[in-house]
């Protein structure tokens, strides 16, 4: 997936700012891994109500882009539960960048290592964060076919 972004310019943010301490409302934290992230750390993912939660959030003025935002719940050093609202869509069942962004937000935070199994609605994902990069891996499944007419 490659390097994440750390720098409030590239991710890009409005203004300078600590990525890794966000001045919003739940502390997060902002990412980049070709395209913004906000990361909220939880105890209870599940109590989080993501359709007014992420659509606020994704909209921060922070976010001159917008944003996508992802709701996480630490279950070890090695694990995490993630929630997605992704930016143009809404809440999804997964994503490679958000839980690239969640992995690299909880292992920058010194709540996990720089490997961990993402879980999210659509399933698991192993994130391992080296020095040349972020890597994914997860099964892959056909979802449907289609054609494009004009």
């Given at each position: 997936m490659?390097?994440?972004?750390?720098?409030?310019?590239?991710?890009?943010?409005?203004?300078?700012?600590?990525?890794?301490?966000?001045p919003?409302?739940g502390?997060?934290v902002?990412?980049?891994?070709?395209?913004?992230?906000?990361?909220?750390?939880?105890?209870?993912?599940?109590?989080v109500?993501?359709?007014?939660?992420?659509?606020?959030?994704?909209?921060?003025?922070l976010?001159?882009?917008?944003t996508?935002?992802?709701?996480?719940?630490?279950?070890?050093?090695?694990?995490?539960?993630?929630?997605?609202?992704?930016?143009?869509?809404?809440?999804?069942?997964?994503?490679?960048?958000?839980?690239?962004?969640?992995?690299?937000?909880?292992?920058?935070?010194?709540?996990?290592?720089?490997r961990?199994?993402?879980?999210?609605?659509?399933?698991?994902?192993?994130?391992?964060?080296?020095e040349?990069?972020?890597?994914?891996?997860?099964?892959?499944?056909?979802?449907?076919?289609?054609?494009?007419?004009?």
């Amino acid at each position: 997936m490659g390097a994440p972004v750390l720098d409030w310019q590239a991710i890009p943010l409005a203004q300078e700012v600590d990525t890794l301490h966000l001045p919003v409302p739940g502390d997060p934290v902002a990412t980049g891994m070709g395209n913004p992230h906000m990361t909220f750390f939880v105890d209870d993912a599940a109590a989080v109500d993501l359709e007014s939660f992420g659509r606020r959030n994704e909209h921060h003025p922070l976010y001159p882009q917008r944003t996508n935002v992802e709701v996480v719940q630490v279950l070890s050093d090695r694990e995490i539960l993630l929630r997605i609202w992704e930016r143009g869509t809404g809440p999804t069942l997964a994503s490679g960048s958000c839980s690239c962004a969640a992995a690299v937000a909880a292992a920058r935070r010194g709540l996990t290592g720089r490997r961990v199994t993402v879980n999210v609605p659509g399933g698991q994902l192993d994130i391992d964060w080296r020095e040349d990069g972020v890597w994914m891996t997860a099964p892959t499944a056909h979802v449907f076919d289609g054609i494009w007419r004009e």
